[in-house]
């Protein structure tokens, strides 16, 4: 089956400590996008990607790092720099639109990170 | 970067009836796609329903319809014979023309049997 896949589902670490969520793809979609989720917030972008070896900062990437070394994975490192780093972390692909052409976007199940 | 408003935090409905949540959104783009999703309990999003803006056709999916108003940058959707598998939080989200995605706060919708 085509889809997208997080893991793990539930991710503690202590305070200081950088973490990596995983986000694996096989719909051969050339982009991805991590968004943060808080309670009352929505879904606000951290970093997207719409080629391997290259990827943007969204609205929230300080604290954060990303790498796209292969079209079907983008890795999320939380750095000890983020100063709230508990939430819940969705990964999502796309088909990269072209003008006039709308593709939506595919979510992973998430990972929920607790730092303590 | 492109900003969208969900006002109202919180709507419920009678099964059956039918709910318009709201959706205002800020851009000085002319080419965008605008995306209700669903978010259920299981945190798994799914999309609703999609608009293109360069259609001035409403989108519709089966009970789900939009209201899209370019001008005044509204984009509210309507569930008809609402049902209690429709509770859930529903996010409205722009895509610009460089493929980034901004979603509103969501609006939580409750379905009272």
């Known amino acids: 089956d085509g889809g997208i896949t997080q893991s793990p589902k539930y991710l503690f670490r202590k305070e200081g400590q950088n973490v990596t969520l995983s986000c694996e793809q096989n719909?051969?979609?050339?982009?991805m996008y991590w968004y943060r989720q808080d309670p009352g917030q929505g879904l606000r972008l951290i970093y997207y990607?719409?080629?391997?070896?290259?990827?943007q900062k969204g609205d929230i990437a300080e604290g954060y790092s990303v790498s796209r070394e292969k079209k079907e994975s983008f890795p999320l490192t939380v750095t000890s720099a983020q100063k709230n780093p508990t939430a819940f972390y969705l990964c999502?692909?796309?088909?990269?639109?072209?003008?006039?052409?709308?593709?939506?976007?595919?979510f992973g199940p998430g990972t929920r990170l607790t730092v303590t | 970067a492109q900003t969208v408003t969900q006002s109202q935090p919180e709507m419920s409905v009678q099964e059956a009836e039918t709910v318009t949540l709201s959706c205002t959104y800020d851009t000085s783009e002319s080419d965008y796609y605008l995306f209700w999703y669903k978010q259920p309990p299981s945190r798994q999003m799914i999309l609703v329903i999609r608009?293109?803006?360069?259609?001035?056709q409403n989108a519709t999916e089966n009970r789900f319809s939009v209201n899209f108003q370019k001008a005044a940058k509204s984009f509210s959707l309507k569930i008809s014979d609402s049902q209690l598998g429709d509770a859930a939080m529903y996010f409205c989200a722009y895509r610009g023309y460089n493929n980034d995605m901004r979603f509103g706060a969501g609006t939580r919708l409750t379905v009272k049997p």
């Open positions: 990607s719409q080629i391997v070896n290259d990827f």
């Open positions: 999502a692909s796309s088909i990269v639109a072209g003008r006039r052409q709308v593709y939506e976007q595919y």
């Open positions: 608009q293109e803006a360069y259609k001035q």
């Open positions: 719909l051969n979609h050339d982009a």
